[in-house]
């Protein structure tokens, strides 16, 4: 399963940074490739997730479920897939204080079952999506 790990350094207070993680609900307006993050059913700490993004350089929606869980002792926010998908992120945001602002880590495992042909491709699409999704949460935190 391969790992990607990618951090962000934003201009705004943790709890700022780490309300932006939780808002589920509005996704789909602020983080690039993904067309839909409908909220199936919510708790005080969480939500389960249905995703549609479109995989970059592929140009193919890809969908999934996921249980999204918030920590705010620790700043974290976690998603682990469920149920079956062409994709599964297994994914940590974490919060940080960094200076005066914050800084945001984003760790994911991720399994791609595709063919072995398309196997680099999908890392591609991962890899760019994770990053385009750090400055997606960066710029509504700082706007």
Known sequence: MPRIEKSVSVNAPVEKVFEVLQQVESFAQFLPHTR???VLERTD???LVEWEVVAPG??????WKSRYTFDTATHTATMQPEGDALVKL?????????????????????????????TSVAQNAVN?????????FKQRAEG
Do not use: H
């Not at 592929?58 to 969908?63: A, S, T, Y």
């Not at 760019?128 to 997606?136: F, P, S």
């Open 58 to 63: 592929v140009g193919m929606p890809v969908r």
């Open 45 to 47: 700490t969480g939500a």
């Open 36 to 38: 839909q993050a409908q």
């Open 90 to 118: 297994t994914c940590e945001w974490r919060v940080e204080p960094e200076g005066a602002g914050s800084k945001l880590t984003a760790t994911v495992d991720y399994t791609a079952n595709v063919p072995p042909i398309f």
């Open 128 to 136: 760019t999506i994770i990053q385009d999704w750090l400055n997606g």
